[in-house]
């Protein structure tokens, strides 16, 4: 996957994240531009001649390696290594559109930490949306071998294979072994410092992490409210063209027209359905337009350069584009509509559970008194409200720290991170859904754990 500075988008930063592409380097010359800007700077320039934070009027001589090594700072539980993967090829992104001033000799080696599989060891906690300062410089400290990556799993190969029964080896070869990847070592100069870590690549990793899984969860979605719309004979007739012409939000005629091209023809028992059917389209829809809008929000940012500060030109611009305001709204906007999705799809659970609807037993028991798929509403309840918890606002707080001179945080760390703790839980709403419609479309069955059902729905869920 080529890197350039432009066209990063979350289903890209997924793929090289997960290790389903690896990246080449391409159009170096606006990282060269500004390195070379950077060099003739004269005056005073923030975090290059002075302190940063309360200290941005203190001189300071040769401080880079002091500032990564008080930044480098975490707590809690060590990111995964998909999310460290994450950061690592936003990062490298941003450096490509220019505006840093870092050295462009550490762009290879970036990309060789990403195609080898080294992650820094980035912690959970240590950012307030005003830049991933605590993961990025521990990521500098690892390039400059103060800190150790955590690295790719070596192995051996045996030329004659494994038994399946013993898992010992069943030939007399010695077998090869894999050599380690070497090391990615640069030596990041004093002045590079506080450009390199000038980011928020880690929030924005996650954030297009989240977006790229959750999109695959609601065009699943679709899928299976065809299934339940099926099972109980739900009305087409809120999806008609014309109902959405009348009102014409862009995600609801989409959802609409897809919904209604998975319908079979024909008329309906009820005059009108309960909402979990009549307002689909309205509800799903507006989440797909929320998604849309976060897409776009993230995907900015990732072809961006937003230093601080900026060397665009011959000149430093001090100037707050590192604030993440705008993708800390659209996280915020996003999760609130994924509970209404998950809402609706518990609303079309109970439907499945009642008689009225399916004209089966209750709970689609196999007889009389049984219980049949009753848990189903007892997991997807659990889950929603799992949603509803993560779906509260970020956008309401704020932080005052550095002697008052960061006086606003944007807190769209935490808006990313609870954007990409929603895709469990709203996989299992749609997986309870999805299983009770199955079974309400291809009969009852005998009562026996449904864990394995909602594994298997889930893994659909996924493509």
Not at 420 to 439: K, Q
Not at 440 to 461: I, Y
Request: some cysteine; hydrophobic content about 45%.
């Amino acid at each position: 996957m080529d890197i350039g500075g432009t066209g990063l988008t979350c289903s890209r930063v997924h793929a090289v994240a997960h290790g389903e592409a690896q990246v080449t380097i391409s159009g170096t010359d606006r990282a060269h531009a500004a390195w070379t800007a950077a060099q003739r700077l004269t005056g005073v320039v923030y975090g290059r001649g002075t302190g940063v934070g309360a200290n941005k009027d203190v001189p300071v001589e040769q401080g880079g390696a002091a500032l990564l090594r008080s930044h480098a700072c975490g707590a809690g539980p060590l990111v995964e290594p998909e999310r460290a993967r994450a950061m690592l090829v936003v990062r490298l992104n941003q450096l490509l559109v220019g505006g840093s001033g870092v050295d462009p000799g550490v762009l290879p080696v970036l990309a060789q930490a990403i195609n080898d599989g080294f992650t820094p060891p980035v912690r959970t906690y240590g950012a307030i949306g005003t830049g991933d300062l605590t993961a990025l410089s521990t990521t500098a400290l690892c390039l400059l071998g103060e800190l150790p990556w955590h690295s790719p799993p070596t192995g051996t190969e045996t030329g004659t294979g494994t038994s399946a029964d013993t898992g010992t080896s069943t030939g007399t070869g010695t077998g090869a072994s894999i050599a380690p990847a070497a090391v990615p070592r640069y030596a990041l100069a004093d002045a590079d410092a506080l450009p390199f870590i000038s980011s928020g690549a880690a929030t924005l990793g996650d954030a297009a992490l989240a977006c790229h899984r959750l999109r695959l969860l609601l065009d699943a979605a679709v899928d299976g409210a065809a299934r339940s719309f099926a099972a109980v004979d739900a009305s087409a007739e809120p999806l008609a063209a014309a109902v959405q012409e009348a009102r014409p939000h862009p995600g609801q005629a989409v959802v609409a027209a897809r919904l209604r091209a998975l319908l079979p023809k024909g008329p309906s028992p009820r005059v009108q359905d309960p909402y979990g059917y009549r307002a689909f389209a309205q509800v799903h829809g507006a989440a797909m337009d929320a998604l849309d809008r976060a897409e776009a929000v993230v995907e900015t940012d990732l072809n961006a350069a937003a230093e601080n500060p900026l060397i665009a030109g011959s000149l430093a611009w001090h100037n707050g584009n590192f604030h993440s305001a705008p993708v800390a709204l659209a996280l915020d906007t996003l999760r609130a509509s994924l509970v209404q999705v998950a809402q609706l799809s518990t609303a079309r659970l109970a439907t499945l559970m009642n008689p009225e609807f399916t004209g089966l037993l209750p709970f689609l028991a196999d007889r009389p008194g049984g219980s049949g798929a009753l848990i189903l509403e007892y997991v997807a309840q659990d889950a929603l409200a799992e949603l509803r918890h993560l779906a509260a606002p970020v956008t309401t707080g704020t932080a005052v720290i550095s002697l008052g001179t960061e006086d606003h945080a944007g807190f769209a760390t935490q808006a990313a991170r609870h954007a990409l703790r929603c895709v469990e839980p709203l996989e299992i709403v749609l997986a309870c859904e999805h299983t009770a419609a199955a079974r309400a479309l291809h009969g009852p069955k005998p009562d026996t754990p449904l864990t394995a059902d909602l594994e298997t729905a889930r893994q659909a869920l996924r493509g």
